[in-house]
């Protein structure tokens, strides 16, 4: 951003309009959230009264958010999207940073080949292989299981994470390798001791991508999951339509419940996030 700074020299009046235009837009942003925030600790009727109106401290109902999480169970959710988001971002980061550094340090024929192969999973929509996912997890009794939503979601996370890494990996040198080499450090250990810290800033980039993807993921869960118990955070909001229908502000403290662990993951590794993603446009 310093780059762009020393060549980039803006008028008085372009500065302004830039963040009169930024701070419009992060109130468009916001302004969802906060809604949602301040009128899940209103009474029902105060909300059907006035929507947009403020609620009044007297009359707080922090109580909407002991009902969302024990009576309407929230909780059983948050720990299954917990466990399939969590054991997803370590298997994906797992198979793609040694997938990747297969593809992109080790010489063999068809490297390239088996990357075109992997990517083109990007191009892949998931709409199209439901009805075949669903029909053969069938046969392999894997529908109604957490391995059976595990697999389609860390096979979704697999493409986009390994071209990432690939274009982290062009940018080592080869000598830190041939270094290694010569001071007898086998393939393993180079891999484990040089090349995984040098990509950490990929890594994290990645499992934040991915931890937030599988949390957010509604469509996924939706076809293959079918007992409550197993149900994720998305699937388990969508059923409240039916059962707590008439309890908006309820409703509103499960959402803001369900958006608490990605703006906690956002605003602790937004920096390394940022540092990331500039990382790997620049050098990839």
Known sequence: MKV?????????????????????????????LIWLVYNSVKTNNDFLANPFGLPQLSKLQLKNYYDAWVTMG?????????????VSVIFSLIISSMAA??????????????LNYFLSGIMVPIQIILIPLFINFKKLNLLDSRIGLLIPTVAFALPTSIYILTGFYKTIPRELEEAALIDGCSVYKIFYKIILPLTMPAFVTIAVFNFLGAWNDLLIPLVLIQTPELMTLPVGLLNFR???????????AAVVISAIPSIIIYFVLQDKLLKGMIAGAVKG
């Open 101 to 114: 550094y297969a593809i992109e340090r080790m010489i063999w024929r068809s490297s390239q080949k088996v």
């Open 242 to 252: 039916g059962m707590y229908g008439a309890e908006l502000t309820k409703m509103f």
């Open 74 to 86: 929230i909780q059983r959710f948050t720990i299954n999207s917990l466990i399939i988001s969590s």
């Open 4 to 32: 762009f700074a020393k060549y980039i020299k803006l008028s008085p009046v372009a500065k302004a309009i830039i963040f009169a235009f930024l701070t419009f837009y992060s109130i468009l942003t916001l302004f969802p």
